[in-house]
């Protein structure tokens, strides 16, 4: 007997670093109801009462001996079995990850919109790949005229002018397609990208982002028009935001303007944003020139209306003063991470 408790006090002592498993066994093998301490308690009740002195002693001993090892273990595997067991408790928090933030593009057109659904606008979308009619000729661009010229054109197949086809320089294109299927009274807007062929630069891209307007009903006025971009613009940059008006020209509306807004960086009293002048153009805009109503089937005796249009990079340069256009599409995720991240 003392024979087999030294072999089994030198495997205990032995045996050290462990796994959970490896140490569930040791205890069946050692500590369970059918383990060698609980064999060896058996044994004992039949040795003589000179032998029980001793034995007993040496019994107790192995089996505190093999106690304190099974405890030891189980406390230096604590950590890693809490760890364990985490992995499958559902009812834990998960961790977080990021969701990455919106474009901040996407941030202003999206407040955009907003703010013109809740005058009672639509949403309208149509093709950037568009023919000459939807760009250039029902919005009144005469043929080889320069005011085509105005906005240099991609163009993807040129022909004989009529049947030109480009890519869209601006999202009239879309104003034409609503008024061509449609019967008015029209309230839309119309966001979306458009390209011009210009060189990349800080102040000028061959591509940006616009938000074009359309209002057509019986005795729309000048009066309508200043007043819906005013409120436009109050709900936008905050109360208080003055704005002006400016005589300008474009072949589909007239008379034809140019918003300006305050300042928005320097309230009006200067700053190179606004170079000094306390001003700064965020649109242009018009009544629907009544050439362009006719091209698309409507009675210019009955109907007038406004259109308006904006480039969304400006308003988002002013909004989170960004002096290059190029950072929009770059992807450089230094300059996107800095803008409201939406929780979805
Ligand atoms: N389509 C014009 C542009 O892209 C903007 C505009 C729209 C001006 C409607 C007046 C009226 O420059």
Known sequence: MQE?????????????????????????????????????????????????????????????????????????????????KSEGDLTLPGEGFAIGSRHPLS???????????????????????????????????????????????????????????????????????????GKPPFRAIMPGRVYRNEAISARAHCFFHQVEGLYIDENVSFADLKQTLYHFVQELYGEGTKVRFRPSYFPFTEPSAEMDVSCTICKGSGCNMCKYTGWVEILGCGMVDPNVLENCNIDSKKYTGFAFGMGIERITNLKYVIRDLRLFSENDVRFLEQFQTEII
């Open 4 to 84: 087999t408790i030294d072999k089994y006090t030198r495997e205990i002592n032995e045996f050290a670093k462990t796994t959970a498993e490896e140490l569930e066994s040791f205890r069946i093998k050692f500590l369970g109801t059918k383990g060698i301490i609980k064999d060896l308690f058996e044994q004992f009740k039949t040795v003589g009462p000179e032998e029980k002195r001793t034995f007993g002693k040496v019994l107790n001993q192995f089996k505190q001996l093999a106690e304190t090892k099974y405890n030891e273990l189980k406390e230096s595997l604590g950590g890693a079995e809490e760890g364990a």
């Open 107 to 181: 941030l202003v057109r999206n407040e955009i919109i907003d703010i013109f659904k809740r005058l009672g606008f639509v949403v309208a979308e149509g093709p950037e790949i568009e023919d000459d009619w939807h760009n250039f000729s029902a919005l009144n661009f005469p043929e080889e005229h320069p005011a085509r010229d105005m906005q240099d054109t991609f163009f993807i197949k040129k022909n004989s002018g009529k049947d030109d086809i480009a890519l869209r320089t601006h999202t009239s294109s879309v104003q034409v397609r609503m008024m061509e299927n």
